[in-house]
């Protein structure tokens, strides 16, 4: 698929199958197994085309046709609240 990763130059990928999850409009599908090339060293994951709209259309059976999964689970959700961290002291202050 890639001859070097676009995220840290690596030339070396291997052939892995991976969780994907697709999103769309606050929608989730988890899809396990899925095949992608993946970089030897930062880890970042290429899919085919074609791997993407098989699971947009298996996303559209499910939330829009109301085809059955195999699976559900529950996901807990939160937002995230920055804290304020009060000024550290550095070495040497």
């Given at each position: 698929m890639r001859k070097i990763c676009h995220f840290c130059g690596n030339k070396n990928f291997r052939q892995v199958n991976v969780q994907y999850t697709y999103t769309h409009d606050d929608k989730y599908l988890i899809v396990n197994e899925v095949p992608c090339e993946?970089?030897?060293?930062?880890?970042?994951?290429?899919?085919?085309?074609?791997?993407?709209?098989?699971?947009?259309?298996?996303?559209?059976?499910?939330?829009?046709?109301?085809?059955?999964?195999?699976?559900e689970i529950r996901v807990p959700v939160e937002r995230f609240i920055e804290v304020d961290v009060p000024n550290q002291v550095r070495a040497g202050d």
């Open positions: 993946q970089c030897e060293y930062c880890g970042e994951q290429y899919f085919k085309a074609d791997t993407i709209k098989a699971i947009e259309q298996e996303f559209d059976q499910i939330y829009v046709h109301g085809k059955k999964t195999k699976e």
